[in-house]
């Protein structure tokens, strides 16, 4: 299945997030030796805040810098692909099927042939659209697999949702569907991100 190149820069932001995280895992690193030297009383509870707050600070500057770009990545993606999405369903001459003179015509069409007329159809979002209003018109029940516009914008507003989320609270599980690239496509990508052209 094929994907939406701007699902893949959503994981490239991700990935960016965690990389840029990862690096600061030396900072965490020096706050835990010093919770050990605590622990093993090298040092006082007052001696360690007092050591281990730059290391927190520093680190906390770090993420939070992190996250606000990847979060600011997300949301530019995001307004790219709707602008892809809009100009991808923009009805235009080489979108008018000639089919098209089948849902205007005299022609009562069935839903089964509703069905296959969208499956042929299915990365035309302007024919597609024409079919459902056509059974919707009729009160026919149809179903093929085409995504709506609208439905390709929700589906990416909920990943972009999810990523900045994940930016914005760490790792943890997401950290592997937002990191690698086989557990984006099966966790985090829906159907109606497939590429459609748009």
Known sequence: MTYSPHAYK???????????????????????????????????????????????????????????????RIAEIRQAYFQRVDAWAEPTPGKMHPDLKMLTGTLALTADQLEKLGEKHSKNPVMTGAIRQYAADRKLDVYFSAPTPEAKKAAFDSLCASAANVAKNGGGIQQAVYTDRSSFEKYALPAALQDCGE
Request: without cysteine; hydrophobic residues 35%; aromatic residues 8%.
């Open 10 to 72: 959503i994981l490239n932001a991700t990935t960016e997030y965690f990389d840029t995280m990862n690096r600061a895992e030396t900072i965490q690193q020096k706050i835990a030796d010093l919770k050990q030297m605590r622990n093993a009383e090298k040092i006082t509870e007052k001696g360690f805040k007092e050591m281990a707050a730059p290391f927190k600070a520093e680190y906390d500057k770090i993420q939070r810098e992190a996250s606000n770009k990847t979060v600011t």
